[in-house]
Structures are given as C-alpha cells and as structure tokens.
C-alpha cells in the first residue's frame, strides 16, 4: 500500500537536544497528523494540522502544514529519555466519501541520557 | 469502557487456521478502522467501517479477509486459512466522526498474530 516518506528513517540524539523530523508525500492532504508509537502500544495521537501553513505546538513539540499541503514536519525541543520511540506522520486528504487516514514509514528516535 | 480494547493481544495459528480478531471501539465513536503493521513498518489501511457501514475495504490483502461491524460498535477481522505473511500486529481504531475529525484516530494496542 501507499505510504508517506518520512525522513530520517532512525536517529540517535544526546538527552536535551532538539530534534527534526519530516514527511513528504506525492499527494496534497487537508489534514496532517503526527502520531507516537511506544513497544508494544498503538499509536497515539501528538498533534493535528488542518490549515495550509499553521504552526501548531504541543508542549515541547511543535509541527507545521507545508504551504504545498504535501509535507509537514515535527520539531522536538530538549528532548528527555521518554521521547524514545517511532514517530509516524498521517495524512487525510481532501474531502470525499470518506477520508482514508496514510501512515507515514516512521522515524524511530533515540535519545541518549 | 474508556479507550479501544483489543482481544486477543497475541495470538498464534498455525499456517491453514482461521482466526478472528476483536476490536471494541470507544463508545460512541461513528468511524472505525483497522490497519495491518508489519514488523518495522508504518500501519497500512485495511478497511473503514461508518457506524455499521463498511465504505471502504481496498486495503484487505485478500479474499480470506473479511470484517463486520454488525450493530455499529464492536467489529471483528477473520482471517481464513492464515499463511505466514499474514503474521504482522492488526491495529483497530475508531474517531468520534467522520469529516474532519476523522483523522484524530484513537488506537487500540494491537493484535499481534503469529502464523507458524
């Protein structure tokens, strides 16, 4: 099936560094997500972007709608032991039947205390 | 109950068995969706149920995929005669609604399944 590119596949980080992370697809979305996954637990929901352009933060993270609406990315700022874990973006596009949710290759980060 | 339960957490068939995997929505939620994660992999689309309606299925990888949401809530993914590449964590999650909340997906933690 289909799926977002998301870059850098996996990255290992000091504890307190700031962290950046990107995802790019071949189709326009109307709505960005970014989701955190944990061993052996589903996804969980971080952020949603619904605007062309927005720049939304949760916390220490903060991610951004591509003005194209083709990518996005998510910024982690003084990253702590507990960020470990895989990061997918999720795209929605525009409205139809329905609005299947992509799920992105992941970003598998690691944080060195 | 308060989020999406999944039953069972692991379950292991041997090749030719068919088996069925449980997925109880939180309550009230219209969408529901279930998704296939291969080891190291993003969650792939499988099927899309609105309330008992299932509007999409083009993700299921095969005819010995099937799944129903019979009353709306509670929704069930057989496999028949399981093989090995089948073997992956089958994720459900549901939204409170379509449009555009749909994308704020609240998953379960998973199935995984082992086919021997």
């Known amino acids: 099936g289909q799926q977002l590119n998301q870059s850098p596949q996996s990255m290992f980080i000091q504890e307190g560094e700031d962290v950046s992370m990107n995802c790019t697809s071949s189709?326009?979305?109307?709505?960005w997500l970014w989701y955190k996954q944990d061993p052996g637990e589903g996804p969980v929901l971080l952020i949603a972007?619904?605007?062309?352009?927005e720049l939304t933060s949760n916390g220490r993270l903060t991610a951004q709608f591509g003005i194209t609406r083709k990518d996005s990315f998510l910024n982690i700022s003084a990253s702590i032991p507990s960020d470990v874990g895989i990061y997918f973006c999720?795209?929605?596009?525009?409205?139809?039947?329905?609005?299947?949710?992509?799920f992105g290759t992941g970003t598998k980060l690691q944080v060195i205390p | 109950g308060a989020g999406v339960s999944q039953s069972p957490r692991y379950k292991v068939a041997k090749r030719g068995q068919d088996v069925a995997l449980r997925c109880d929505p939180i309550?009230?939620?219209?969408?529901l969706f279930w998704y296939q994660q291969a080891l190291g992999q993003g969650p792939e689309f499988l099927t899309y149920?609105?309330?008992?309606?299932?509007?999409?299925k083009s993700g299921l990888p095969s005819d010995r995929f099937f799944a129903e949401r019979p009353e709306g809530s509670v929704s069930t993914l057989k496999i028949q005669r399981t093989q090995q590449e089948d073997s992956a964590v089958y994720l459900c999650?549901?939204?409170?609604?379509?449009?555009?909340?749909?994308?704020?997906?609240?998953f379960g933690e998973g199935s995984r399944l082992t086919v021997l």
């Open positions: 309550s009230g939620h219209v969408s």
């Open positions: 999720a795209g929605q596009p525009p409205p139809g039947s329905y609005q299947k949710v992509t």
């Open positions: 149920f609105q309330n008992e309606a299932q509007l999409d």
């Open positions: 972007l619904y605007k062309a352009g």
């Open positions: 999650a549901s939204s409170l609604e379509g449009g555009r909340g749909t994308g704020e997906l609240f």
């Open positions: 189709s326009i979305f109307n709505t």
